[in-house]
T-cell receptor, first 115, second 118 residues
Framework: DQQVKQNSPSLSVQEGRISILNCDYT??????FLWYKKYPAEGPTFLIS?????DKNEDGRFTVFLNKSAEHLSLHIVPSQPGDSAVYFC??????????????FGKGTHLIIQP | ETGVTQTPRHLVMGMTNKKSLKCEQH?????MYWYKQSAKKPLELMFV???????ENNSVPSRFSPECPNSSHLFLHLHTLQPEDSALYLC?????????????????FGPGTRLTVL
């Protein structure tokens, strides 16, 4: 059973508007969450992360919100730009490997920014 | 070279062949990972190495054999694979840390090797 779920396979947003990508998780041991962006023929690129002791982390146009009680996180991109068109992966980890922990990924959401 | 590199980028092999995938990281990290991405599935963790020691094997069949000679290099040796093993194989690295020293799990990925097993 998937422990990290991205229920929207794709999302289309107009340039300049806000993009909101959602992610749900089911493992209460997860305490660190990350968002990655992937272009075709490239590996995932780290975007932003958040620890479970926070509920918000912001980096430029990207903000991640964490709702622990709902086991839900979201990535907000504002304003959306054409170069943001890519597949976005949500990932989670639990500190159990002494500093090296495999990530559990969602299936990804394909974000398309319309001009 | 910067970041995480993987070779080859594409590989086609028969079920009886033996081949190896190579990963090299130039980030000074101590932890390295192999992930597999099959069509319409999320990335799946295969192996974790922390300070050259294997710390996780995620129930991977023995036809996949990892090797980590040093913190900068990671190999995945392949033998007698099956067609369903065709996938994108991604290597990643992270700073890693010992217990009690804090940890940073931002993992940096290579471009992947697209493997096709005939």
């Amino acid at each position: 059973d998937q422990q990290v779920k991205q229920n929207s396979p794709s999302l289309s947003v107009q340039e300049g508007r806000i993009s909101i990508l959602n992610c749900d998780y089911t493992n209460s041991m997860f305490d660190y969450f990350l968002w990655y962006k992937k272009y075709p023929a490239e590996g995932p690129t780290f975007l932003i992360s958040i620890s479970s002791i926070k509920d918000k982390n912001e980096d430029g146009r990207f903000t991640v919100f964490l709702n622990k009680s709902a086991e839900h996180l979201s990535l907000h991109i504002v304003p959306s730009q054409p170069g943001d068109s890519a597949v976005y992966f949500c990932a989670a980890s639990a500190e159990s490997g002494g500093g090296a922990d495999g990530l559990t990924f969602g299936k990804g959401t394909h974000l398309i920014i319309q001009p | 070279e910067t970041g995480v590199t993987q070779t080859p980028r594409h590989l086609v092999m028969g079920m009886t062949n033996k081949k190896s995938l190579k990963c090299e990281q130039h980030l000074g990290h101590n932890a390295m990972y192999w992930y597999k991405q099959s069509a319409k599935k999320p990335l799946e963790l295969m192996f974790v190495y922390n300070f050259k020691e294997q710390t996780e094997n995620n129930s991977v069949p023995s036809r996949f054999s990892p090797e980590c000679p040093n913190s900068s290099h990671l190999f995945l040796h392949l033998h007698t694979l099956q067609p369903e093993d065709s996938a994108l194989y991604l290597c990643a690295s992270s700073q890693g840390a010992g217990l009690g020293q804090g940890w940073y799990n931002e993992q940096f990925f290579g471009p992947g090797t697209r493997l096709t097993v005939l």
